[in-house]
T-cell receptor
Framework: NAGVTQTPKFRVLKTGQSMTLLCAQDMNHEYMYWYRQDPGMGLRLIHYSVGEGTTAKGEVPDGYNVSRLKKQNFLLGLESAAPSQTSVYFC??????????????????FGPGTRLLVL | GENVEQHPSTLSVQEGDSAVIKCTYSDSASNYFPWYKQELGKGPQLIIDIRSNVGEKKDQRIAVTLNKTAKHFSLHITETQPEDSAVYFCAASLGGYQKVTFGTGTKLQVIP
């Protein structure tokens, strides 16, 4: 199993350009997430998906769009890149289990990250 | 929404000493508390987690404690080694597909 993979590893964009980041997982996980990581800010959730064909906004969704056409893939799009979007982007996937009348969140598995520089 | 605070932001310890990182959360309904270790240039990796139905969990040199009343949980690393040097994140989740809210991270440096 490759786990969670991200493409590309590094990219430089000019302001106004567009690009798509690809996340793929081979663990048959239902849930997928996109985070951005900035110094001193920890990991902030951009968008997430609870299943194929569904997406939802996280805490910092502005300027990004996502799609989950296939269960194993989660795409993050930047329509018009801005310098404020310079960051390291991480994708993650997870699943949940049930027990004791509760639904438990299971481990999130992270990809290796995509470093994006917007000039 | 959930808010997770993490302290300290940086921590230096001598090799062999213990390290403690503390987190507080705001939503009393949170029931899952993972801890992640992130090495330079890599994605975060789970090192230990705890659910709300237990108060403590241990895995070799790593332990996590949870105080639901105080909405507080901590990571304890004993007999620290240089390879423990990394950034550690705590997190809290309401369970199911609910998003996980991360703390801002603690940079741990173990001095040989």
């Amino acid at each position: 199993n490759a786990g969670v993979t991200q493409t590309p590893k590094f990219r430089v964009l000019k302001t106004g350009q567009s690009m798509t980041l690809l996340c793929a997982q081979d663990m048959n996980h239902e849930y997928m997430y996109w985070y951005r990581q900035d110094p001193g800010m920890g990991l902030r959730l951009i968008h997430y998906s609870v299943g194929e064909g569904t997406t939802a906004k996280g805490e910092v969704p502005d300027g990004y769009n996502v799609s989950r056409l296939k269960k194993q893939n989660f795409l993050l799009g930047l329509e018009s890149a801005a310098p404020s979007q310079t960051s390291v982007y991480f994708c993650a996937s997870s699943y949940s289990t049930s027990g004791g009348n509760k639904v438990w969140q299971e481990t999130q598995y992270f990809g290796p990250g995509t470093r994006l520089l917007v000039l | 929404g959930e808010n997770v605070e993490q302290h300290p932001s940086t921590l230096s310890v001598q090799e062999g000493d213990s390290a403690v990182i503390k987190c507080t959360y705001s939503d009393s309904a949170s029931n899952y508390f993972p801890w992640y270790k992130q090495e330079l240039g890599k994605g975060p990796q789970l090192i230990i987690d705890i659910r709300s139905n237990v108060g403590e969990k241990k895995d070799q040199r790593i332990a996590v404690t949870l105080n639901k009343t105080a909405k507080h949980f901590s990571l304890h690393i004993t007999e620290t080694q240089p390879e423990d040097s990394a950034v550690y994140f705590c997190a809290a989740s309401l369970g199911g597909y609910q998003k996980v809210t991360f703390g801002t991270g603690t940079k741990l440096q173990v001095i040989p």
